[in-house]
């Protein structure tokens, strides 16, 4: 691809965040029962969260993803014996596959501006720092710690305990993360998420989740978790050590269980990933500081950066963004960094 005007890194980090919103439109899923901090009851064709507390733009039955607003029918489960194709495809264990299919529908960013079909990400970036919501609400990136480096990256993991549910729950969706991304071609951004009904459950589940080709957000089967539970998210490229992977691995583990939620081979779509992010927090429909987890924060931990030789980075030097969006609720905001650890707080 050609060159394109390079943003300042606040700016860039922002850019993240346009893909944590974006598709959806006519059918309605219910919402289950309140199962309080019990672990959460995930079906076998998972649907996201109804948009319940979504801008006004945005139109009635889409459904919330780590992306933003999307129509039902442009979320895939990617099935445990699936492979995700470079072309969107998605490869089933007998060797057929099935057909590419593009979105149809138009999706919404946080703030609910329209992304139509076939317009490309390049377009659309939106800075994460300053964005305004209708107060007092957060929908978005609510804080992040994240670095970037002129040579491509080779994985990064990190832990982090599954926080407490929120004293409040409204059908409230929150989503936390480490993940990776081309600072100077986003296209997708690859995440191992923790999230709290992020499909309907009112509960705790973990995801992997790759976006957003063909206007597609996909993700593979949830697993149940619990609060206490140790979570390791890792991301890494399927390649010999010293190449620029073109697909990878993103694996949400909860240790304590024992059970995994995997994407396997999820393509790169021709990105090179150089931005990384030790933590974030994701949320939507969040009015007020009990709607967060209650405990009040969240901290990864033992945040390994690899280099392309797929070697452990020393020293990184992450960023902290702290409270992106000028409309949030006024909580206990704060981001603290190590070089192997990230402590967000809400």
Same mark, same amino acid.
């Given at each position: 691809?050609?060159h394109?005007?390079?943003?300042?890194?606040?700016?860039?980090v922002?850019?993240?965040?346009?893909?944590?919103?974006?598709?959806?439109?006519?059918?309605?899923?219910?919402?289950?029962?309140?199962?309080?901090?019990?672990?959460?009851?995930v079906?076998?064709?998972?649907?996201?969260?109804?948009a319940?507390?979504?801008?006004?733009?945005?139109?009635?039955?889409?459904?919330?993803?780590?992306?933003?607003?999307?129509?039902?029918?442009?979320?895939? @489960?990617?099935?445990?014996?699936?492979?995700?194709?470079?072309? /969107?495809?998605?490869?089933?264990?007998?060797?057929?596959?099935?057909?590419?299919?593009?979105?149809?529908? !138009?999706?919404?960013?946080?703030?609910?501006?329209?992304?139509?079909?076939?317009?490309?990400?390049?377009?659309?970036?939106?800075?994460?720092?300053? +964005?305004?919501?209708?107060?007092p609400?957060?929908?978005?990136?609510?804080?992040?710690?994240?670095?970037?480096?002129?040579?491509?990256?080779?994985?990064? $993991?990190?832990?982090?305990?599954?926080?407490?549910?929120?004293?409040?729950?409204?059908?409230?969706?929150?989503?936390?993360?480490?993940?990776?991304?081309?600072?100077?071609?986003i296209? &997708?951004?690859?995440?191992?998420?923790?999230?709290?009904?992020?499909?309907?459950?009112?509960?705790?589940?973990?995801? $992997?989740?790759?976006?957003? +080709?063909?206007?597609?957000?996909?993700?593979?089967?949830?697993?149940? &978790?619990?609060?206490?539970?140790?979570?390791?998210?890792t991301?890494?490229?399927?390649?010999p050590a010293?190449?620029?992977?073109?697909?990878w691995?993103?694996?949400?583990?909860?240790?304590?269980r024992?059970?995994? $939620?995997?994407?396997?081979?999820?393509?790169?779509?021709?990105? &090179?990933?150089?931005?990384?992010? !030790?933590?974030?927090?994701?949320?939507?429909?969040? /009015? !007020?500081?009990?709607?967060?987890?209650s405990n009040?924060?969240?901290?990864?931990?033992k945040?390994?950066?690899?280099?392309v030789?797929?070697?452990?980075?020393?020293?990184?030097?992450?960023?902290?963004?702290?409270?992106?969006?000028?409309?949030?609720?006024?909580?206990?905001? /704060?981001?603290t960094? @190590?070089?192997?650890?990230?402590?967000? @707080?809400?």
């Amino acid at each position: 691809m050609g060159h394109r005007h390079v943003k300042t890194p606040a700016a860039r980090v922002g850019a993240v965040a346009f893909f944590l919103l974006c598709f959806s439109l006519c059918c309605a899923v219910p919402l289950t029962g309140l199962a309080g901090e019990s672990t959460a009851q995930v079906d076998a064709e998972p649907a996201p969260t109804l948009a319940r507390h979504a801008p006004p733009d945005v139109p009635p039955g889409y459904v919330v993803t780590p992306f933003g607003y999307f129509h039902p029918s442009c979320v895939r @489960t990617i099935a445990r014996s699936d492979v995700l194709l470079a072309d /969107g495809r998605i490869k089933h264990a007998d060797g057929t596959s099935a057909p590419v299919r593009t979105c149809a529908y !138009a999706r919404y960013m946080q703030n609910g501006r329209r992304i139509e079909p076939g317009m490309p990400p390049q377009a659309i970036a939106a800075p994460l720092d300053g +964005r305004k919501t209708v107060p007092p609400e957060a929908d978005g990136w609510l804080e992040a710690s994240w670095y970037h480096d002129a040579a491509p990256f080779g994985g990064i $993991s990190a832990d982090w305990l599954v926080p407490s549910a929120p004293t409040l729950d409204i059908g409230q969706v929150l989503y936390y993360f480490p993940g990776l991304e081309d600072y100077e071609n986003i296209v &997708t951004i690859l995440q191992p998420v923790l999230g709290w009904n992020a499909f309907n459950d009112h509960g705790w589940t973990i995801a $992997s989740w790759n976006c957003c +080709r063909g206007g597609n957000a996909d993700h593979s089967v949830p697993e149940p &978790t619990a609060t206490g539970n140790l979570i390791v998210g890792t991301i890494s490229g399927d390649c010999p050590a010293g190449h620029v992977c073109s697909t990878w691995d993103i694996v949400t583990f909860d240790k304590t269980r024992g059970r995994a $939620s995997t994407l396997k081979r999820a393509s790169s779509y021709g990105q &090179t990933f150089d931005w990384a992010f !030790a933590g974030v927090v994701e949320v939507y429909g969040v /009015g !007020a500081c009990d709607q967060y987890s209650s405990n009040g924060f969240v901290d990864f931990t033992k945040v390994s950066l690899l280099n392309v030789d797929k070697k452990p980075m020393r020293k990184v030097r992450w960023a902290a963004s702290g409270l992106l969006q000028g409309g949030a609720p006024t909580c206990n905001y /704060g981001v603290t960094v @190590t070089p192997t650890s990230a402590s967000l @707080t809400f």
